[in-house]
């Protein structure tokens, strides 16, 4: 395997975060951390790699994460590039994919992309599969338990009411599972050779788009409107537990 | 006419085809139904699927389908390769007699609702299992069979049916813990009150992603939709994320520390307190 490319998204670190005039996320105000699913993506990565494979991580988001996603280089991770302009703020999943499908055509040849199943964010979990239909390549969501097989790539897929072992062919775009696998800790030589490397920054132009393309403009979904209140809501009786007891009780 | 396409897979939603068919008749569009569950055995290639169901959409205005494992990958596909908006995992569809979808899905991890709108022309989205009622004696389109799809670029070479998850969806009453559980050993706590009470035991997404509970007892949008009679919701703030898998619930009793959590309003029965004081109680009561 030439290259692995393992796309990471930073959401945002606080539970409760702000919205802009246009229901826009408020990415600035709050602090970032990696999306949960896409730890299991970079270790997948750095699993397969082998003497002669390259471990990328391509991200979308603020300039401000350049710091987190710096701490990857001291895992062995080889190049990370980011894809970070004012353009691409606001973007749908669609206008995302869009955007990340430019980024990998200019990251060069690859064997893979491996990504997290979804972001604890927005939670739309649709980017593996736009991003593998912008590039045209075969896509196995919910995955697990990655490793090298004859013609490419075995995998566990995780279904409702199944689990399935796939091959896929390569190139591929592999979506991972929460906790499928634990990210490494940085070794004190990784640390050291990190300290040579930077988080490369590529502007939209960059990466060959133009603005009606990209972020807001290039999106198909609009927020019209957010309430705070979820449906359902009940008239709550407050009691004590010898009450909860007979409402248990008369369900049992 | 254009039309309002349902896309079906091995797992239909009977719920959302009655919902097809009234969003249909309000935006004036033709009811399509066509089952891609043959296609899904013939092929583990969601991509191959979602290719060649473009030539199925010339007339589609909406596009709707179950948020099933496999549809939230051939979704995706198809809504790229047509540059369409779509609106992952909606819990609510409505639509306005010029066919203007209106979709809302709970949004951004805390108490939210967003309502969403498509600028495409073809309008997408994928809809949470179980969000509808069905209704057995509702008349509808005859479901076209689609399998025109073969390819070996993923391929499945076992499949293990799995039984698990199971548990908490059919399951009578649920003890639920959140984050406010605060370890480990305090969901094993929950879990012998659940066991000793004949309920399964759920978990927020929080308390999943702190390694309390494994991820087959998550409750809520990415987790599972469940409606049993009796749903204690233990240390849960109330998360519309949370919310979302449970409001279906008969009775909801919510057991938290902090009075002002909004799973108070969410709730029919409510005791404001330390999890661990009130469960003790309840083990000695029962």
Redesign the interface.
């Known amino acids: 395997m030439k290259q692995i490319i393992a796309c990471v998204k930073l959401v945002p670190a606080a539970a409760e975060v702000a919205l802009d005039g246009q229901f826009r996320l408020k990415r600035d105000s709050t602090s970032l951390q990696l999306n949960i699913a896409d730890l299991s993506a970079v270790e997948a990565a750095l699993g397969l790699k082998e003497a002669d494979t390259q471990v990328t991580v391509l991200s979308m988001g603020p300039a401000k994460g350049e710091a987190l996603l710096q701490e990857l280089f001291a895992l062995g991770v080889d190049r990370v590039v980011l894809l970070s302009d004012r353009a691409l703020a606001g973007a749908d999943s669609l206008a995302t994919a869009r955007a990340l499908a430019a980024g990998v055509r200019c990251l060069g040849e690859f064997s893979c992309i491996l990504c997290g199943r979804r972001a604890l964010d927005a939670e739309t979990g649709q980017i593996p599969g736009q991003l593998a239909a912008a590039l045209d390549i075969p896509a196995v969501t919910n995955g697990q338990q990655l490793e090298k097989a004859d013609n490419g790539l075995s995998c566990r897929r995780l279904l409702e009411t199944a689990v399935e072992t796939l091959t896929v062919e390569l190139p591929c775009v592999v979506s991972l599972c929460e906790y499928s696998y634990t990210l490494r800790l940085p070794s004190i030589l990784g640390r050291r050779r990190a300290k040579d490397k930077q988080v490369e920054i590529l502007t939209a132009a960059d990466i060959g788009l133009v603005a009606e393309q990209c972020g807001l403009q290039g999106s198909k979904t609009k927020v019209v409107h957010v309430d705070t209140k979820a449906p359902g809501l009940r008239k709550c009786s407050y009691c004590n537990p010898e009450a909860l007891c007979g409402i248990i009780k008369g369900v049992q | 006419m254009q039309e309002l396409l349902l896309i079906q897979g091995t ?1 239909p939603d009977m719920g959302l085809q009655r919902k097809a068919a009234q969003l249909a008749e309000t935006g004036k569009l033709q009811l399509r139904i066509l089952s891609v569950a043959k296609a899904e055995a013939a092929t ?5 699927i ?1 290719k060649g169901l473009v030539a199925e959409t010339n007339n589609a205005r909406v596009i709707l389908a179950p948020a ?3 549809l ?10 047509l ?7 909606c ?2 569809l409505e639509i306005t007699e010029t066919g203007q979808l ?1 979709q809302t899905r ?15 022309a073809v309008q997408m989205a994928t809809v949470r299992p179980g969000t509808f009622p069905a209704d057995p004696n509702g008349e509808y389109p005859q479901t076209e069979e689609w399998e025109a799809c073969f ?1 070996d ?11 698990g ?2 548990g908490i969806t059919q399951a ?2 649920i003890v639920s813990g959140g984050a406010g559980i605060g370890s480990k050993e305090g969901f094993d706590k929950l879990k012998a009150f659940a066991h000793k ?2 309920a399964a035991l759920g978990a927020s997404r ?1 308390a ?2 702190l ?1 309390y509970a494994p ?1 087959s007892a998550q409750v809520g ?2 987790g599972a939709t469940v409606s049993p ?2 749903y ?1 919701a233990v240390g849960i703030s109330g ?3 949370h ?2 898998g449970m ?1 279906g619930a008969e ?4 057991i938290n520390q902090d009075p002002k959590a909004p799973i ?9 307190g330390d999890w661990e004081t ?1 469960i003790n ?2 083990e000695e ?2």
């Open positions: 797992r583990a290639d969601d991509s191959a979602a099933t494992v496999r939230r990958c051939i979704m995706p596909m198809l809504a790229y390769r540059q369409a908006g779509l609106t992952a995992d819990t609510g209106l709970p949004a951004f991890g805390n108490s939210l609702m967003a309502t969403i709108e498509t600028l495409s390819s670029a993923v391929k499945c070479i076992e499949q293990q049916r799995q039984t998850d199971q009578k009453i009470i004949g929080n999943v992603d390694g991820y949008i990415t009679r009796l204690i998360a519309v994320q919310l979302a409001s009775t909801v009793i919510a108070f309003q969410y709730a029919d029965y409510g005791i404001v009130i109680q309840l009561l029962l």
